[in-house]
């Protein structure tokens, strides 16, 4: 089953700048994690701090006053810091933390949008050596108070309209004992009567106006903890995944050889901060390169995002399917308007991209997006597709330098080439979770011996390229065959009406399951019955008899969770009217 596979080749000689990985297949056979320990710096007795890396270590030389972030407010203001204003202001929120009593391995909680203070107060956590948490700025309360009552977090740093979501919790939330608001201004912020005297309201602005830029950085262990995501599963309470100070080594040369960062490079990563992408390389990958990033706090908005590229002559930019999707719907007219000629390599990350968004690159944009798999339990990319390789369109690529990749049974036991199974990844790479906060047993039943299971199933070719198949609680099997929803969503979208597509196994007395997909329609196209009829022969013809959707919904949207994932799950909880499990980062937007 299957189509045809489609070749991207590169030609190095067209390169703008040699790229930082060569000859892929001579590093992966004698590469050494040890042997790239001098790409960052480490402090005597073998200790490390992130922060450190990604801010002070450039301070020491001319890149000091060398741009680190770019910042364009929604009002289309324009802010530039360079490395020495941000260790400054890493180091005052430090002080600032230091003044709150916060201790090593306390919590703090950024409920921030897309602004500066995000950098300082991340950062400056982790120069404290405490743990460093984010919250995606649309949760509601409830997701809110999971996380924040989970991990005990001691201080949360918020804006004045944020923090009406955390008053309305902060009775639940003993442990909660500063909130330091961005932006205040000049509105009091007076105790009411009946309100409780904790936690005790911070001004970030006078705190960070009266702290020292001075900072004595906290020199820890690579194996203490840096930071905690939290990560919602197909059912259950959101886990909180811990990550280590020695992530910062991972996520360095992974940004360095996939993304084939320079320093003279300018930056965009559009994941917010609230997700694993957006802290590993949004903030510590581009800082510890010594490269420039953007920060755009606008909203997704195709004009916006063009003219921003465009106005900050973009090299890298990294970026969503679902982004991608939603450039492809507005046509390529809009692109023509704008001059990204600066462009050098553009990449995806968060779901499996389509072969369809690759060929809209190389004729839209001239060039081919690059797919990079990973999850937030991985702490950095771990399966890509690299600049100076050719792309297989629809595989996530090969494994990076230092990663061991194979496609499992059940039992634990190898696959062969060609046969689907779970994707698992040979544990002991540096950015590798290091547990599950408040539940190690949890955390150890992800692994089968020397093996994460990653939930994922997929299979490999005979070339070393991985292929994404689903989740594994998302394969599809009907009339006997495993039917991955992922490569029939593909095809549907590129049928000339679909927008957006997803698929669910839907229960089926006669084949076990059959496939029903819920679609979108491109702007001038209609659902009727003719149009129904002629997807499915599309898809029967493009992919095979039984792997064509023998019901389709179209629908006005499809749930996704606010960084743009399809929520398939939740479709097949509301078609046979299950319980819709954890929903805390559905986009009701």
């Known amino acids: 089953m299957g189509m045809e596979t489609q070749l991207i080749e590169k030609?190095?000689?067209?390169?703008?700048?040699?790229?930082?990985?060569?000859?892929?297949?001579?590093?992966?056979?004698?590469?050494?994690?040890?042997?790239?320990?001098?790409?960052?710096?480490?402090?005597?007795?073998g200790k490390l701090n992130a922060a450190y890396n990604a801010v002070d270590r450039h301070t020491k030389n001319h890149n000091r006053n060398k741009v680190a972030l770019i910042y364009e407010a929604t009002d289309g203001r324009v802010e530039k810091y360079t490395y020495l204003d941000?260790?400054?202001?890493?180091?005052?929120?430090?002080n600032l933390l230091r003044k709150l009593s916060v201790k090593k391995g306390d919590r703090i909680f950024l409920f921030l949008p897309r602004?500066?203070?995000?950098?300082?107060?991340?950062?400056?956590?982790?120069?404290?050596?405490?743990?460093a948490s984010t919250l995606f700025s649309a949760f509601g309360e409830e997701a809110l108070?999971?996380?924040?009552?989970?991990?005990?977090a001691k201080v949360v740093i918020t804006t004045p309209d944020l923090k009406e979501r955390i008053d309305k919790i902060k009775d639940k939330l003993p442990d909660l004992t500063y909130v330091v608001v961005v932006g205040q201004?000049?509105?009091?912020?007076?105790?009411?009567?009946?309100?409780?005297?904790?936690p005790i309201v911070i001004d970030y602005e006078d705190e960070m106006a009266q702290a020292s830029k001075e900072f004595e950085v906290e020199k820890t262990n690579p194996e203490d903890h840096a930071f905690l995501l939290y990560t919602s599963g197909s059912t259950g309470k959101s886990k909180g995944v811990v990550h280590a100070h020695m992530a910062i080594l991972q996520q360095h040369y992974t940004h360095k050889l996939i993304h084939d960062i320079h320093p003279q490079d300018v930056y965009w990563c559009t994941a917010d901060h609230g997700w694993v992408t957006g802290i590993s390389y949004g903030i510590l990958g581009p800082l510890s390169n010594g490269a420039t990033i953007l920060l755009y706090e606008g909203r997704f908005d195709p004009e916006g995002w063009y003219s921003a590229l465009e106005k900050h002559e973009v090299n890298i930019w990294y970026t969503a399917p679902t982004a991608i999707r939603m450039l492809m719907k507005a046509g390529g007219e809009i692109v023509k308007k704008y001059n990204l000629s600066n462009l050098r390599h553009i990449y995806s990350v968060g779901e499996p991209l389509n072969p369809e968004a690759i060929r809209w690159g190389l004729e839209t944009l001239k060039l081919p997006f690059h797919d990079t798999w990973w999850q937030t339990e991985t702490g950095s990319m771990l399966i890509s597709n690299y600049p100076s390789m050719p792309i297989k369109l629809g595989s996530m690529g090969k494994p990076f330098p230092g990663i061991v990749a194979?496609?499992?049974?059940?039992?634990?036991?190898?696959?062969?080439?060609?046969?689907?199974?779970?994707?698992?990844?040979?544990?002991?790479?540096?950015?590798?979770?290091?547990?599950?906060?408040?539940?190690?047993?949890?955390?150890?039943?992800?692994?089968?011996?020397?093996?994460?299971?990653?939930?994922?199933?997929?299979?490999?070719?005979?070339?070393?390229?991985?292929?994404?198949?689903?989740?594994a609680d998302d394969v599809i099997k009907t009339s006997g065959e495993r039917v991955g929803p992922f490569e029939v969503e593909s095809v549907l979208i590129e049928h000339p009406a679909i927008a957006e597509a997803a698929v669910i196994g839907k229960p089926d007395e006669l084949r076990?399951?059959?496939?029903?997909?819920?679609?979108?329609?491109?702007?001038?196209h209609d659902s009727n019955p003719e149009l129904e009829e002629d997807i499915k022969k599309f898809v029967k013809k493009r992919l095979a008899a039984h792997a064509y959707p023998r019901e389709i919904a179209f629908v006005d949207k499809l749930p996704k969770t606010r960084s743009g994932k399809i929520m398939r799950r939740l479709l097949k909880a509301r078609e046979l009217g299950l319980p819709e499990g954890d929903i805390s980062t559905l986009d009701e937007t």
């Open 11 to 45: 030609d190095k000689k067209r390169f703008v700048l040699q790229p930082n990985l060569d000859d892929y297949t001579f590093l992966y056979q004698n590469f050494n994690w040890k042997d790239v320990h001098q790409e960052i710096e480490w402090f005597q007795d």
């Open 86 to 94: 941000l260790k400054h202001m890493t180091n005052k929120f430090a």
């Open 115 to 131: 602004i500066p203070a995000v950098y300082a107060s991340f950062l400056g956590t982790l120069k404290v050596g405490a743990i």
């Open 145 to 152: 108070l999971d996380r924040l009552g989970n991990s005990k």
């Open 185 to 198: 201004g000049n509105a009091k912020m007076e105790k009411k009567e009946g309100q409780s005297a904790m």
């Open 406 to 471: 194979a496609i499992l049974d059940d039992e634990g036991k190898e696959l062969p080439v060609d046969v689907e199974g779970n994707l698992a990844i040979k544990k002991g790479w540096p950015s590798m979770m290091r547990t599950l906060w408040g539940d190690h047993q949890r955390y150890e039943k992800l692994f089968k011996g020397e093996w994460y299971i990653t939930g994922d199933r997929a299979k490999k070719d005979s070339d070393d390229y991985f292929w994404y198949i689903g989740r």
């Open 512 to 524: 076990g399951e059959i496939i029903k997909a819920f679609v979108t329609l491109r702007t001038g």
